[in-house]
């Protein structure tokens, strides 16, 4: 574990996920676990020679094939046309974006990362990059992972709630089905009597031999 927060301290904490993995913190136990850590293209050569140092390796360049770059940056919703379908929302990793459904969206300054994942979901292009120094662009990245894990708990607990919910219904249909055949039950050993009644009163006795006397015994003691 303490190997994973000296990865993940050094990691630019913008969750991104171009490194293959959802988050920073996810990046860094994949490290651990032995992927390449040249896979940071945000953190550029600075971070490569920090992990280097950290696990004893010698990667000499970082691997461009998970570019591109994101610089100090932020995003802005353009209000007047966004149409409030949402998409940017569940795109956001760690919740930056606030509004409702055909509700006009807005950023939330002090946690959006500027990691462009919202930018590609959005319908009308409505979102753009708005650059900034280095200083006001760590401030989020920052608490980024703090946020990130609250949205990602937040998403565990809404499909658990879901499948509780789900399991209710289950359970519901389920004791109305075992009432429905216990139910069904009694009434087919009711059915079962008095189709034994039947038979005994019907022509069919004759099959057994059985007398007058025998068929009122029967039906009295079935009584």
């Known amino acids: 574990m303490e190997l994973i927060d000296l990865i993940h301290k050094e990691l630019p904490q913008i969750q991104c996920g171009r490194c293959d993995t959802p988050g920073c913190k996810q990046y860094a136990e994949a490290i651990v676990n032995g992927s390449p850590h040249d896979r940071c293209v945000p953190g550029g050569f600075k971070t490569l020679k920090k992990l280097n140092a950290i696990t004893n390796t010698n990667y000499i360049s970082v691997n461009s094939e998970y570019g591109p770059t994101i610089k100090s940056q932020k995003v802005k919703i353009i209000e007047e046309e966004c149409i409030g379908c949402k998409k940017c929302i569940s795109a956001c990793p760690v919740d930056a974006i606030t509004g409702g459904t055909n509700m006009m969206h807005s950023i939330i300054d002090d946690l959006c990362t500027g990691c462009e994942l919202c930018i590609e979901p959005c319908p009308v292009d409505c979102i753009e990059i708005i650059p900034l120094s280095d200083q006001d662009a760590a401030k989020p990245r920052e608490v980024s992972q703090f946020f990130y894990d609250s949205k990602e708990n937040l998403t565990i607990n809404k499909k658990r709630n879901k499948l509780i919910n789900f399991s209710n ?26 189709m034994q009644n039947k038979i005994i009163k019907s022509d069919l006795s004759k099959l057994h031999r059985f007398d007058e006397n025998e068929i009122n015994t029967f039906l009295q003691d079935d009584n």
């Not at 519901?172 to 059915?191: G, H, P, W, Y």
């Open 169 to 194: 219904k289950n359970m519901e249909i389920s004791d109305t089905l075992n009432l429905q055949l216990k139910n069904r039950n009694i009434d087919k050993s009711k059915m079962i009597d008095e």
